[in-house]
């Protein structure tokens, strides 16, 4: 495991909306490395405990588009769909 020190007014910005500042930080370096492509959309989720809605809200509020997908992301979100409509 790595440890990142952060300064105390960077800190404070991440902090702002969160439960703490590991919190912010870590959806912060998530969700970069999400808009960047270098995680897929399941990863992040693993990741961030959350469930694909949730992250699509997320990404939403932060301007990220959520629609980015590999081909295996897409299959997945298919996936996810059929099982809503059957339920």
């Known amino acids: ?3 990142l020190t952060l300064d105390d007014d960077l800190a404070a910005i991440l ?3 969160h439960d703490s500042v590991q919190a912010a930080a870590r959806e912060a370096l998530v969700m970069e490395l999400f808009r ?3 995680v897929s959309i399941g990863k992040a989720c693993d990741l ?3 469930t694909r809605e949730a992250f699509a809200q997320r990404a939403a509020e932060l301007g990220i588009p ?3 997908m590999s081909k ?3 299959e997945a979100e298919l996936s ?3 099982r809503w ?3």
């Open 36 to 38: 960047r492509g270098r």
């Open 15 to 17: 902090a702002e909306g």
């Open 1 to 3: 495991m790595e440890i």
């Open 48 to 50: 961030l405990a959350v």
């Open 66 to 68: 959520y629609f980015l």
């Open 80 to 82: 996810t769909i059929d």
């Open 72 to 74: 295996a992301d897409w």
């Open 85 to 87: 409509r059957r339920s």
